[in-house]
């Protein structure tokens, strides 16, 4: 683990394909007041989903040896499953003086809380099919029966659905109903948010869902994470009308610089 730098004035980065990063910076702006933070989210490559494994590896470290460069962060976050199932030991590899705090679907967690005994992970297709996630399961759930769950199309009705657009309950419904397994009585009881995008719309899944769940979202535990690895100041202050939001896809509309504002980011 390299030792970080605790100069206050260092952002810590917080990376996503689009916006579903948004829930992870919520969290550890909480946990670290004092810090500056910049987000940067890769919407010229948005969805991940359509990528091969190794292309957008290579499309993720080489972004990175800018936004290092140019920002030079005390720390970074990568608050996208998918991301960090391809890239992460890559970027680690790619950039040993940097310290990368990843992503991953909550499969532990799950496997310790629930009680049937029956896990769904909702995530994307990329992340339902990676060996790191299949790897998990094997590590921390093996005595549960664990339904993979991979939605080519709820990341973007995520998006659409936190600028204020129309989703409608059938297709989000139809995106949901496989993590619902019933089996003579021993139901689903928690489903693990394995995408960042999630969390926005969980009101709405616990609308359309057919019985109560438990729906897990990782992003408090990355801040929490996050938070350790660098040195607090209890006297230290950061406005976080300061901090930053970059796309890799230009300027992006104004539903986006909205939002983007209502979250105290200034769109670079």
Request: aromatic letters at 8%; one cysteine or more; hydrophobic letters at 45%.
């Amino acid at each position: 683990m390299p030792e970080l730098n605790a100069d206050q004035d260092r952002p810590v980065l917080v990376f996503d394909s689009g916006i579903g990063g948004l829930t992870v910076l919520r969290e550890a702006r909480v946990l670290m007041p004092e810090r500056r933070f910049l987000y940067v989210a890769d919407d010229a490559g948005f969805p991940y989903g359509g990528w091969s494994e190794a292309a957008l590896r290579d499309r993720i470290v080489g972004l990175f040896a800018n936004l290092l460069r140019d920002h030079e962060p005390a720390l970074c976050i990568i608050a996208c499953n998918t991301a960090f199932t391809v890239a992460g030991a890559a970027l680690r590899s790619a950039y040993p003086d940097m310290t990368f705090v990843g992503t991953v679907p909550a499969i532990k967690p799950a496997a310790e809380r629930t009680r049937s005994g029956r896990v769904s992970v909702l995530a994307t297709p990329n992340t339902v099919q990676r060996d790191y996630t299949h790897g998990l399961i094997q590590s921390f759930a093996s005595r549960c029966h664990v339904t993979l769950v991979g939605s080519p199309r709820l990341a973007r009705m995520a998006e659409a659905y936190v600028r204020g657009l129309p989703v409608s309950d059938e297709a989000v419904s139809a995106e949901i109903a496989a993590c619902f397994v019933d089996d003579g009585g021993a139901r689903t009881d928690i489903v693990v948010l394995g995408c960042t995008h999630y969390p926005f719309m969980a009101n709405v899944f616990r609308r359309l869902a057919p019985w109560p769940v438990d729906w897990l979202d990782p992003a408090e535990a990355i801040a929490r994470r996050a938070r350790s690895l660098l040195p607090p100041r209890a006297d230290a202050w950061h406005p976080e009308e300061n901090d930053a939001a970059l796309f890799t896809g230009g300027r992006p509309d104004f539903a986006t610089r909205r939002l983007m504002n209502s979250f105290g980011l200034k769109v670079a």
